[in-house]
């Protein structure tokens, strides 16, 4: 009575294999194609207005005092992650994250292309971290660790490829591409951590801060208080915090309920 069973549990592992397979290829594919499609765009080149900021008040000795300041909470989200005990693709997510308060506190002292480039490469190593995880943690543990390495190399070449012909759209791409990328590996692979929910949330909280940025000026203008790119420093590191308190408080899955 026992080997008609196993042969039905076999049988029923081989129908979730074909499908599973298939989920594989949907991802590479979309890399590819969404790489291939840089070539259709026109050089973009840097805006020289960007640095042109809505606050640049100078309080303290600092010149753009709330936009250095609100770089503090990265700073802090970054150091607590760094005391985590995990692996390599979470330690460089906090690495990021802790640097990225640095440079970028250290661009708004004083903006330029050359400083942007301080507060833009630890960004990338973020968001190429990030996209590791859940390659990681969702599609297959080996294959994770070992795209880390690759996926960080190419964050940086995107900046050197700015840095030297002026061209943003690979690093258009190391940006918006984990934004795409994150959702659909979510949907089409089971979880292996409990948190799912924390990292919708810290997807939204940062398209907020991509908006706050875009109104910059009209939010500065509407309150007298804080410009939009404070704003979007703040809501940035808000979501940054619910990743830090979702790698604290998340629990695996069994895998009786990843099935």
């Given at each position: 009575?026992?080997?008609?069973?196993?042969?039905?549990?076999q049988?029923?592992?081989?129908?979730?294999?074909?499908?599973?397979?298939?989920?594989?290829?949907?991802?590479?594919g979309?890399?590819?194609?969404s790489?291939?499609?840089?070539?259709?765009?026109?050089?973009?080149?840097q805006?020289?207005?960007?640095?042109?900021?809505?606050?640049?008040r100078?309080?303290?000795?600092?010149?753009?005092?709330?936009?250095?300041?609100?770089?503090?909470?990265?700073?802090?989200i970054?150091?607590?992650?760094?005391?985590l005990?995990?692996?390599?693709?979470i330690?460089?997510?906090?690495l990021?994250?802790?640097?990225?308060?640095l440079?970028?506190?250290?661009?708004?002292?004083?903006?330029?292309d050359?400083?942007?480039?301080?507060?833009?490469?630890?960004m990338?190593?973020?968001f190429?971290?990030?996209?590791?995880?859940?390659?990681?943690?969702r599609?297959d543990?080996k294959?994770?660790?070992?795209?880390?390495?690759?996926?960080?190399?190419?964050?940086?070449?995107?900046?050197?490829?700015?840095?030297?012909?002026?061209?943003?759209?690979?690093y258009?791409?190391?940006?918006?591409?984990?934004?795409?990328?994150?959702p659909l590996?979510?949907?089409?692979?089971?979880?292996?951590?409990?948190?799912?929910?924390?990292?919708?949330?810290?997807?939204?909280?940062?398209?907020?801060?991509?908006?706050?940025?875009f109104?910059?000026?009209?939010?500065?203008?509407?309150?007298?208080?804080?410009s939009?790119?404070?704003?979007?420093?703040?809501?940035a590191?808000a979501?940054?915090f619910?990743?830090l308190?979702?790698?604290?408080?998340?629990?695996?899955?069994?895998?009786?309920?990843?099935?």
């Open positions: 009575m026992a080997f008609p069973r196993a042969t039905a549990r049988g029923k592992y081989r129908l979730r294999a074909t499908p599973f397979k298939g989920r594989l290829l949907v991802f590479p979309v890399a590819a194609l790489l291939a499609g840089l070539f259709l765009l026109p050089l973009i080149a805006d020289q207005g960007y640095h042109q900021f809505a606050d640049q100078l309080l303290f000795a600092t010149p753009n005092f709330w936009n250095v300041v609100s770089n503090i909470p990265f700073v802090v970054g150091a607590a992650g760094l005391h005990r995990a692996g390599a693709s330690r460089v997510i906090f990021g994250i802790f640097l990225a308060g440079g970028s506190a250290y661009y708004h002292w004083n903006p330029s050359a400083a942007l480039f301080w507060d833009r490469l630890p990338t190593l973020t190429m971290a990030i996209l590791a995880n859940a390659i990681e943690e599609v543990a294959a994770g660790a070992i795209l880390l390495w690759p996926l960080l190399a190419l964050g940086i070449v995107s900046l050197l490829i700015w840095r030297s012909t002026g061209d943003l759209r690979l258009g791409w190391v940006q918006f591409f984990p934004i795409l990328a994150l590996l979510f949907w089409l692979f089971p979880p292996t951590y409990t948190g799912t929910a924390n990292w919708l949330v810290a997807g939204a909280l940062y398209v907020a801060a991509k908006v706050f940025e109104f910059d000026g009209p939010v500065m203008s509407a309150g007298h208080v804080l939009g790119h404070t704003l979007k420093h703040l809501t590191a979501a940054c619910v990743i308190r979702n790698f604290q408080m998340r629990q695996p899955v069994s895998a009786a309920t990843r099935s």
